[in-house]
């Protein structure tokens, strides 16, 4: 059974940085892609970054530059760096990965290309 475990949120002040960790159990983690997301009161939950099983990265336009997603596969773990925090950052990260092996298709950025999503951690960024 897949596990998504979350962790490394809080609060933090406009400007700082948090790095988040998501640990994965239940299969061989490194011939999966992972993504996280994220959803802020009231709102849908949107596509942060994902990672494909090679490694390649993808961000959505406007957190390009300030998130970095990373994987470790010997630890089962995958990160995401955020610096630069501003409050509209405030929201709850998911982290999420997908059941196919050695996935090569291109829509990291849809919530339904994920079947597996952990419970969430709280980012909240004060101004």
């Known amino acids: 059974q897949v596990q998504l475990v979350e962790s490394g949120g809080g609060l933090v002040q406009a400007g700082g940085s948090l790095r988040l960790s998501c640990a994965a159990s239940?299969?061989?983690?490194?011939?999966?892609?992972m993504g996280w997301f994220r959803q802020a009161p009231g709102k849908e939950r949107e596509f942060v970054a994902a990672?494909?099983?090679?490694?390649?990265?993808y961000y959505t336009g406007s957190l390009k530059g300030r998130f970095t997603i990373s994987r470790d596969n010997a630890k089962n773990t995958v990160y995401l760096q955020m610096n630069s925090l501003k409050p509209e950052d405030t929201a709850d990260y998911y982290c999420?990965?997908?059941?196919?092996?050695?996935?090569?298709?291109?829509?990291?950025?849809?919530?339904?290309?994920?079947?597996?999503w952990g419970q969430g951690t709280q980012v909240t960024v004060s101004s």
């Open positions: 999420a990965t997908n059941s196919r092996a050695y996935y090569s298709g291109s829509n990291y950025y849809s919530r339904q290309t994920y079947d597996y």
């Open positions: 239940g299969r061989t983690f490194s011939r999966y892609a």
């Open positions: 990672i494909s099983w090679t490694s390649v990265t």
